[in-house]
Nanobody, 120 residues
Framework: VQLQASGGGLVQAGGSLRLSCAAS????????VGWFRQAPGKEREFVVA????????YYTDSVKGRFTISRDSAKNTVYLQMNSLKSEDTAVYYC??????????????WGQGTQVTVSR
């Protein structure tokens, strides 16, 4: 199983970014997918997760109302739309997947991470 995260970048506070997580490999169509982030000097934290059927999502409180997770099953891709970004959202964002771990982990497979930097 391989996960490819992309879409990070530099954005001003209040702006938006959309992250993508492209998944490939056996079984991925049945896995839940989560997004995690790690800021400098801090531990990795859970952000949001979605079942591959898309019928359930789970958000950490700090991003509710600002972030939206979705999936395109035909493309085996999960998206994270991030609006109203704050400086505290600055981190490396990782997507993860696996047959277990719903919703907050642990997941078996991890992508390489994509940097999100929010300037004041």
């Amino acid at each position: 199983v391989q996960l490819q995260a992309s879409g990070g970048g530099l954005v001003q506070a209040g702006g938006s970014l959309r992250l993508s997580c492209a998944a490939s490999g056996r079984g991925v169509s049945t896995y839940a997918v989560g997004w995690f982030r790690q800021a400098p000097g801090k531990e990795r934290e859970f952000v949001v997760a979605i079942t591959w059927s898309g019928d359930r999502t789970y958000y950490t409180d700090s991003v509710k109302g600002r972030f939206t997770i979705s999936r395109d099953s035909a493309k085996n891709t999960v998206y994270l739309q991030m609006n109203s970004l704050k400086s505290e959202d600055t981190a490396v964002y990782y997507c993860a997947a696996g047959p277990g771990g719903w919703p907050t982990g642990p997941y078996d497979y991890w992508g390489q991470g994509t940097q999100v930097t929010v300037s004041r």
